[in-house]
Structure formats: C-alpha cells, structure tokens
C-alpha cells in the first residue's frame, strides 16, 4: 500500500509539474520590483538573478531533475543548504490566492464538508438499509416494485440534475429553504441559534445528497440481502421455526454484509468526490468547493494536497475494508 | 432437464466438452444437426446461447422499450444535427434570449387575421391592430424574470381604438385614433411611466414626455412611431421627436434628445438612427458610423457620399445592425454591418421598384410595385423564403424574424419567418433544441469512446493477468490498485485543468477528455474479467486446449474471452452511462467540453443559479430530461442485459 501511495504521490507530483508555473520566478520578481526606482537596469538585473537564484534555492528548484525536485518535495532529500523541508517534515505548500500555508487553508473547509458528509452518511445508511432489507424480503411485491423504478432513477441521473431539481421544488415551488450558502448573511447568531440557522441552510444539501446515494445502496442491500436470503442455512433456520425477524436480521443479515460493507466504506469516499458537485451547486464553503476554486486559480499547491488526501482516503478505505472483512467473515483472513 | 441446462450454458464450451468427451467434432456435430432435423419433438430445440438470450431479453417489456428508446436516442442526435444546417455554435442573439418554449410566434390571432391594419414586433412576441382598432398580442409575451406579461393588455386599450402600434424588445407602445399614447409591458427601465407619481430623478433614464402622459396628439400628423430595445420614439410631420426610455441601451440616446428637423427615425440593436433634412447621410449623432453604402448585400461597400451622387435618401428601413436606404431613383442600397451567407436582394427589372420595404432583425421584405413580395438578408429562420402565395400583397409586416403579407382588404395571406422554438432558448438566445441535438452527439461520442477505450484497457489487462497469474498477475494487480485509488471526479478536473493551461486546439482537448475518461474508468471491468478468465481456466476445454498444443494466447483471447463476454457485454453498458454522467459532471462544472460547443453537461452549467432554475426552466430541463432519459434506459437495458446473460440470477427469477 505504501508503495502505491508512493507512486501515486510521484505520478500526481510528475503531473503537476507539467504546469508552467515558476514561483521562485514569480517571488524573485516581486521582490525586485518592491526596491525604490534608484537602481539601474543592470543593477536590477544582477538583483533579480541572486534573488531569483535564493528563491530557487530556498523552494528546492534550483535543478532541472525531476526525480530530486519530487524528493525534496517529499522531505528525503536535502535542499542547497543541507536542511530537509518536505511533506515529512510538514511542510505542505504554500496558497497564492490565500497567502498561507496549504493546512490552514484547508482546515475550515474540511470541517464544513466533514460536518455535513457525516449527516450525510448517516442519513442516507439510516434509510438505504432498512429499505434494501424490506425490499428483498418483500420481493415483487408493488413496494419492491417501486422502490426499484425510484432507484434506477436514483442511480442513472447525475447528481447535478438532483440538485437542480430539488432547488426548483423546495426553493422556488414550496420556498422551505434557502437555495445557497452557509448561514443567513449579515447573522452574528451564537449558540443554539447558530446552530438552528446553520441546520436550516445545510437541510437541504444535505435532503440532495442522501436522495442522491439512496438508489445505488438500496439495490446493492436488496441484492445482497437477495441473494443471503436464498442460501440454505436460512431454509434451516426457518425449519427450526426460528421467528423470522430473527431469521432475517440475524441469518441473512449477517451473510449479506460482507458486499455491502465494501460499499459502505469505498462510499465514504463517493461522498467526498461527490461533494465537489453538491458545494458547487449549493455555495458551500468546503473540500469541493475549495479544489474548484483552486483549479480555477491555478492555485496548484491546494490542489496537489488534496488530491493527496483524496488518494490517502481512497487507499485507507482499502485497508479499512480488509480489516473490516475479516471482522464481518470471519472465514476472510487476511495472511498474506 | 440436462439439456435445457446445456442450452444455457455458452456455445464454445458446449463445442469443446463435446471434442474433450467424443473426440472427432465434424461427425458429431453433423450427427446433432441431423438428429436436430429428424426429430424435433423429441429432443428439445438446441439454440445457441447468444439466441436465448435474445429471447429472454425480448420477454422484458420495459428493456424492450428502454431499448427503443436508447437507439432512437442515437438516431436522434446523430441524424437530427444533419438536417440542422443553420447551426452554428456560437450562435447568439441579444433579443431571442431566454424565450419560452412554444410555436406560436407566428401564429395571428384569429379575428386579425382577415382584417390587418398593422402588424409589428421586436422581440420574442409581435403585436397587431386590426381594423376596427382592437389590439392583439401573440408569440413570447412573458418579459423574462419580471413575470409582466405583454399580453395583458390593459382595459382602456382593450377599449379604445387603437390607431397604430409598436413593439420593443419587452413594452409596447399603442396611439389611439383619438391620439392617446398607451403603454404597456415592462416598466422598470424607463419604457414608461406607470406611476405618474413616483419620482423621475434617474439619469439613466429619458422619462416619457409629460403631453403625451397626460394629453392627446394629432394622429394624422404622426410620421412614424418606432420601438427598440426599452426605447419609443414618436416622429412628427413638422419634425418634432418625442423620444423616452433607458438611455444606456443606446450608445447615441442624449444626441437625439436635443436634435431637431430629422424626418425619419429608427432603432438598430446599437444605435439610434435619423435621417435629417439634406438626406445625404444617415444621422447618428457619432461620427463614422453607416458611413458605407453597398448596393446589394452581395457586393463591396463604398463610401456613402460617392455612391449616392446625387440621389438622396427618401427613407430608411431599420434592421437590427444595418439599413436598406430608398433612394430618391427607385433603388435601394444598404449601410451598416453586414455578416456573410446572406442571402441577396433580387435584381429588379427595368419597370419594377420597391414600394414599401419591412425589417426583421436581420432580414428584410420588401414589396414592389408589381404586388411581388421579396425577401432579403439572413436566413436562419427561413425569414428571407417569401413564399409565391406572398405576392400579390398591398402590404408587407416585418418584425424580428416573422413576415407577413397582407392585400387590400386587410386579409392576411402569407407568413413566413421563426415559429418559434420547441425547446425555447437558452441565456445566449440559441435554439435549446438544435443544441440538445448537437450536444447529445458530442456527449454520446465522448461516452463511446471513452467505453471503448476503457473496455481495450480492461479486457486486455484482466486477460492476461486472469490467464498467467502468479507473478504478471500480481503486478497488473498493483496497477490497477494504483489505477483505482486514483479518486475519479477530481483527478478527471484536474487533468483537463492543467489542459486548459497548454495551447491546445478544441480538438483535441475533447479527445483528450476522452482518453482521461476512459484510462481512469478500466480497473472494474479488469478485475471483473480477471475474476471470470480465473475461473474459465480451470475449466475442461481450457485442459484439452492446452493439451491440443493451442498457444497461451490463443487460448486466453480466442476460448476463454468469449466465455467471459457476457460479462463486458454488461459492463460495457453500464459503464457507457457512467461515461456519459461523469462527461456530464465535468463540464457541468466547467472543466470539460466549454462553451460554445454544446454537450448536455454544460448546457446545464448555465442553470446552477436558483434565478434560471426558478424562472426560465425550459432551460435544464429538457436537457436534463434527454440526459436522464438515455441514461435510465442504458442502465434499464444493462440491468436486463445482465439478468439475461447471467444463468445464476436467471435461475433466481
């Protein structure tokens, strides 16, 4: 895994230094022309080359090889003047449009979408599950029947659709919620008010996402759950005359979670790609949000992190998923 | 029962277990199919797989009809744009914007129709008057989020007799037969003035002149009453100008506020244009501007003074960026900017000259002395096709892009131009229907090739690394798990991000979008067909293979591969839609195909603003409609696919 982490890290490094963007340049140039008019052209020029040579030095782009450049960034590889400054030793960037270090940056917007992914999440599991269940017991009958036109819809419509829909009919039709934003502009609220203003703006994101991640999961619990239910230790447990509440939450249940706990985690992360969309679409201030404006700015180092993090989430789903396999089957063991 | 279940399984199989267990297959088979021949009844029909699948699949209803749909879909959009040789685009137009969906601009209300005094129109609506001074309103009438409606006409007009009309972009002007001005429509920038209380303290605007507000004018001497874009003007005989409405919508509006003495006035889209007393030039109040003549829309300009000579001007006829001039000989010519593909105006014979001549936006109808109606300038809209039934006309209405010709007792008997839009337009004022048309086929190929891409990568990969194993298999593993922790949506942005920065051409940018989709979408089918080759190799037929000295290759491409074909067959339609959504998505959100070129993604970036959703829903959602039309219906067909190709969830059933 690590491996792959490493690789992916070089290949996304090797990517972004395919942007002609030179900060040293940029830095150096200020710089220069910061100084009072007293210098002459030829001072200035002899200025701009020891600065511009300080910066590189200083950003570790003093060379032309990729691979050394992509260490330093890393944080293995010395800079000119011997000392290490990398993604190891925290160092994670620097923002041009904010005027800060890439963390701070990031922080606040990951609250936000943090705060809202786990309602989200929640929510959406909260009703998936049940629904997948009666679903699959209840197979063909009218329920099972409509609930799998709604999710084929569900799953076959972009999100964006969904958003704009929603939008039309509780903003615009009904006028139940704001159609944008975090909080009521212009509001100082503390406490319990803040919280209460801040629900009422997140309410209907948050109505949008878990519709959206309804229709996949839902047929994914009724197929599992199909598919445990036909299994013969459940013909068993209904010859012993076991109730069939227990039957099915504790038999077939357990035998349908193995697939949908890979779901369950690899969607913690389609949320998170998924909100690229949903705060676009509803001016949320968080991770999407952040990475659009970003490509928009050209602002790459906030990019080039969280697209780190984006790829370290999706790898530790991975190692979640296994650890989590092994609990759920107990047949599953990982000893490679 | 056995051989029911034989019928299920794949055809090559069958063939191989028959050569592993019979050995020699040519008598075998020719024995089957004479047995297949002889008796029928007794052994049940051998079908190849490929037919029962068929067969099964037809037993669906709903994926029958999903697939009619997602074939006359590709019909749709591959075919329509064909017969679309008006598209362009880039296309925009400033007074077709946001326009409802609907047919119904031309069509002339029913008690107008035999009794016409005058027809006119701007904008998406038109307005008449008929004979006995009644008022009528049809087309687009609905001004843009203000939610006035031009078609509510007031009931002092309704009431009056109305002499003569006029239509701007979104308020009409009427002059009743006893000289009352009436106004109607959008008000809000100075159009008129629909409070006479409320304060007149904007400098942007040029309120409405305070007799015609309260009093009555001499309709006989009224030389012309024209509209434009939130702007009226009303021209006397003795030459004074009433002039009202947003003074920034015309560059040259204060110059004719204080001119005197034109004896003819009109509004292009950028300027106000007069013709003064001399009649040598056309009056702009700015320098420079309709300072060149040509004398058909076919040929070189020339500067107006030389190629007028002696003649003046009698009148002009005004179109949205250029003027037909009448000339004091009989002939016409024509000022101002001109786009190329017009279509010319008729060369006339020696006797015949043009009496009177109409402007649409871009277009003008003419009518000569003989009756015969011709029409010139751009075609779009089929505005300049003056039909045959047209001539014999006493009279030509031209309007925005409508025509209409009437004769001498007021009875309408030819119109030509825009119907409408099925689709209504979008904030650019393009045709939503010809851009679903055009975008479907961009947002289909780009669909396409990235599945097919993806499902090269994927079968190739999953193949060799099912077959092999062991070490190649370990290592194509570690590729596709690098492959799949790359997280999709924002990899894909930022690739073709970091594409917007380099120079490169349209083109190519799409093909690239292409391979991204594609080279990020494989590692599901890989590992899916890796799974089943695992599987199939163990089988018989791969052992007899093997042992017939068949190559490695040759085995896991040409007796494993079909084996496992169902499985991409559904993949591969499944992940078509995927396609076609994440396309959507990303230049939804700006960072795929861009404007002007249309895909069903960007068509709706326009409408991630509450204010289009709310107000001008036309605008998503027709396209949102055919976006999740096909995709429903790809992933209904899929499903199906699925459930046909695959014994075990059959047996489920």
């Not at chain 2, 697939?67 to 077709?96: G, H, R, S, W």
Request: aromatic share 12%.
């Amino acid at each position: 895994m690590m491996v792959v982490l490493l690789i992916l890290s070089f290949i996304m490094f090797m990517i972004y230094n395919l942007v002609p963007s030179n900060r040293a340049y940029t830095d150096a140039r200020t710089e220069v022309q910061s100084y009072k008019k007293g210098l002459t052209e030829e001072q200035r020029n002899q200025l701009f080359d020891e600065l511009y040579l300080k910066y590189q030095r200083r950003y570790g782009t003093d060379t032309d090889n990729k691979i050394i450049r992509y260490l330093r960034w890393i944080g293995v590889y010395p800079l000119y003047d011997g000392s290490y400054n990398g993604l190891l030793q925290g160092n994670f960037g620097y923002s041009y449009e904010a005027k800060d270090e890439v963390v701070n940056v990031v922080v606040a917007p990951m609250k936000n979408t943090i705060f809202i992914n786990i309602f989200a999440t929640i929510l959406a599991l909260g009703i998936s599950i049940p629904l997948g269940i009666i679903c699959a017991v209840k197979k063909g009958s009218k329920l099972d029947q409509g609930v799998q036109i709604i999710t084929i819809v569900g799953y076959s419509l972009p999100t964006f659709i969904f958003a704009i829909l929603f939008i039309w009919i509780f903003c615009s039709i009904l006028g139940w919620f704001p159609p944008s934003g975090m909080k009521t502009p212009g509001s100082n609220y503390t406490g319990m008010k803040y919280w209460l203003d801040r629900l009422y703006y997140i309410a209907l994101p948050l109505i949008t996402m878990t519709f959206c991640s309804l229709g996949g999961m839902t047929r994914y619990v009724r197929a599992s759950m199909i598919e445990a239910l036909s299994m013969d230790c459940i013909k068993t447990a209904r010859a012993k005359g076991l109730r069939e509440k227990v039957v099915i939450y504790s038999h077939a249940w357990r035998n349908a979670l193995i697939p949908i706990v890979t779901l369950v985690v690899g969607w913690f992360l389609g949320i998170f790609s998924g909100s690229l969309i949903f705060e676009q679409m509803f001016a949320l201030n968080g991770m999407g949000d952040l990475m659009i404006k970003s490509l928009r700015t050209a602002d790459y180092d906030v990019v080039l992190l969280m697209q780190m993090f984006y790829v370290m989430m999706s790898l530790l789903s991975n190692l979640i998923i296994d650890i989590v396999y092994g609990l759920v089957d107990p047949r599953v063991r990982v000893n490679k | 029962m056995s051989e029911k279940k034989n019928n299920r399984t794949p055809f090559h199989p069958l063939n191989w277990l028959k050569r592993a267990f019979f050995g020699g297959s040519k008598e075998f088979a020719d024995q089957m199919e004479n047995r297949k021949k002889d008796d029928v009844n007794d052994v049940e029909e051998i079908v190849t797989p490929a037919k029962q699948a068929f067969r099964n699949f037809m037993e669906h209803k709903l994926a029958v009809a999903a697939m009619c749909v997602v074939i006359a879909m590709f019909l749709f959009v591959f075919i329509a744009p064909l017969f679309m040789t008006n598209y362009k685009d880039a296309y925009t137009e400033v007074t077709q914007k946001n326009v409802r969906p609907g047919l119904d601009m031309m069509s002339v209300p029913a008690e107008l129709k035999n009794n016409v005094r005058m027809i006119d129109s701007y904008g998406s609506f038109s307005v008449g008057v008929n004979n006995d001074g009644k008022v009528f309103v049809w087309g687009d009438s609905v001004i843009g989020t203000t939610k006035i409606d031009v078609a509510d006409i007031p009931e002092e007009v309704l009431n009056d007799k109305i002499a003569m009309v006029a239509a701007g972009i979104d308020h009409v002007v009427a002059i009743s037969e006893a000289g009352k001005v009436y106004c109607w429509g959008n008000y809000k920038l100075g159009q008129y003035i629909k409070d006479p209380d409320a304060p007149r303290d904007n400098p942007n605007i040029a309120y409405m002149p305070d007799e015609l507000l309260n009093g009555t004018i001499d309709v006989s001497q009224i030389k012309k009453l024209a509209c434009g874009y939130q702007c009226s003007a009303i021209l006397m005989q003795d030459g004074t100008l009433y002039l009202w409405g947003n003074k920034n919508t015309y560059a040259n509006f204060n110059n004719f506020l204080s001119v005197s003495g034109l004896t003819d006035i009109g509004f292009t889209i950028n300027y106000i244009v007069g013709l003064q007393e001399d009649a040598k030039s056309v009056y702009t109040g700015t320098r420079g501007l309709f300072g060149e003549a040509r004398a058909n829309l076919d040929q070189k300009a020339e500067k107006l003074s030389s190629f007028l000579g002696k003649r003046t001007i009698e009148s002009f006829t005004v179109a949205g960026v250029n003027l037909c001039l009448q000339l004091s000989d009989g002939s016409i010519c024509f000022v101002g900017d001109f786009r190329s593909n017009l279509v010319p105006a008729p060369v006339l014979p020696e006797d015949e000259y043009f009496v009177s001549i109409a402007a649409g936006t871009y277009h003008y109808t003419g009518l000569t002395n003989k009756g015969n109606v011709y029409s010139f300038g751009e075609n779009t809209f089929n505005q300049s096709t003056a039909p045959k039934k047209a001539n014999g006309a006493s009279q030509v209405y031209s309007g925005a892009f409508q025509n209409y010709a009437v004769d001498d007792s007021g009875k309408l008997i030819a119109k030509w131009g825009l119907k409408g839009y099925l689709f209504g337009t979008d904030s650019y004022g393009a045709d939503i229907f010809q851009r679903i048309a055009n975008g479907g086929r961009m947002t289909m190929t780009i669909g396409a090739v990235a599945v097919i891409i993806s499902s090269i990568i994927g079968i190739i990969i999953g193949c060799i690394s099912g077959y092999f194993g062991g070490k190649v298999d370990m290592f194509l593993m570690r590729v596709t798990e690098i492959f799949a922790a790359i997280p999709f949506l924002p990899f894909a942005l930022i690739l073709s991000s970091l594409m917007s920065q380099m120079t490169l051409s349209e083109n190519m940018r799409i093909f690239i979008i292409m391979v991204i989709l594609g080279v990020l979408s494989w590692t599901g089918l890989a590992r899916l067909v890796r799974g089943q080759v695992l599987v199939a190799r163990e089988n018989e037929y791969v052992l007899s293979a093997k042992a017939m000295g068949v190559s490695a290759a040759r085995i896991a491409f040409k007796h494993i591969l079909p084996n496992v074909i169902s499985v991409i067959l559904v993949t591969l339609t499944l992940d078509f839609a995927t396609c076609m959504l994440t396309e959507s998505s990303l230049s939804y959100l700006g960072f795929g195909v861009n404007y002007p070129r249309p895909t069903w993604g960007n068509m709706l970036e326009g409408a991630n603003n509450s204010t289009v959703i709310k107000n001008y829903w036309w605008q998503w959602v027709f396209t949102s409609g055919f976006l999740a039309v096909t995709t429903i219906c790809i992933n209904i067909v899929g499903d199906t696919l699925r459930d046909v190709l695959d014994p075990k969830s059959n047996i489920d059933k």
